[in-house]
T-cell receptor, first 115, second 110 residues
Framework: NAGVTQTPKFRILKIGQSMTLQCTQD?????MYWYRQDPGMGLKLIYY???????DKGEVPNGYNVSRSTTEDFPLRLELAAPSQTSVYFC??????????????FGNGTRLTVT | RKEVEQDPGPFNVPEGATVAFNCTYS??????FFWYRQDCRKEPKLLMS???SGNEDGRFTAQLNRASQYISLLIRDSKLSDSATYLC???????????FGTGTRLAVRP
């Protein structure tokens, strides 16, 4: 049981390039999330999804796009990368609403640098 | 006012010490609260949920004060392995989203 898998682990992008951060989970979780964590800061929610075909904006969605065509996959797309998007990106999932007490399961993170 | 406020620390304590962290939250509609633990350069992991009546899990005790909108975490008999950042996490009113605090860093020394 792999849990939440994120790829790549590290990436360096040039300003203006685009890329997709992959996230897949094999736990049949309905809820999936993308957070970013800047150095010394808390996690900020970018986008989330409560089920296949449904996505919603979080606190900091600008510059990002997501899709949820299957229960397992929740890719995060960066268009026109900017230095402000340098961060660690975490994908997470939960079987039901995490506010009910179920833990969020996190991937290992993707460390992205935009120069 | 920030949604979640925590003292960033670091709290430097010797092994065996008791240490307490507080956290204040601004959304009075939050119904659920959690403490997550994050080791350096790792992903966060759920430490414990916080119930209205307070709850204990081994050396860890969490308490909630709704009137004052703060949550506390007490760690007794600190171990070296407790060194980490502790994130205070209230759920939104719908429960779909969690808001993570910036965390309090704990360093336990031998």
């Amino acid at each position: 049981n792999a849990g939440v898998t994120q790829t790549p682990k590290f990436r360096i992008l040039k300003i203006g390039q685009s890329m997709t951060l992959q996230c897949t989970q094999d736990m049949n979780h309905n809820y999936m999330y993308w957070y970013r964590q800047d150095p010394g800061m808390g996690l900020k929610l970018i986008y989330y999804s409560v089920g296949a075909g449904i996505t919603d904006k979080g606190e900091v969605p600008n510059g990002y796009n997501v899709s949820r065509s299957t229960t397992e996959d929740f890719p995060l797309r960066l268009e026109l990368a900017a230095p402000s998007q340098t961060s660690v990106y975490f994908c997470a999932s939960s079987y039901s609403a995490p506010g009910t007490g179920l833990a969020l399961h996190f991937g290992n993170g993707t460390r992205l640098t935009v120069t | 006012r920030k949604e979640v406020e925590q003292d960033p620390g670091p709290f430097n304590v010797p092994e065996g010490a008791t240490v307490a962290f507080n956290c204040t939250y601004s959304n009075s509609a939050s119904q659920s609260f959690f403490w997550y633990r994050q080791d350096c350069r790792k992903e966060p992991k759920l430490l414990m949920s916080v119930y209205s009546s307070g709850n204990e899990d081994g050396r860890f005790t969490a308490q909630l004060n709704r009137a004052s909108q703060y949550i506390s975490l007490l760690i007794r008999d600190s171990k070296l392995s407790d060194s980490a950042t502790y994130l205070c996490v209230p759920a939104g009113s719908s429960g779909d989203k969690l808001t993570f605090g910036t965390g309090t860093r704990l360093a336990v020394r031998p």
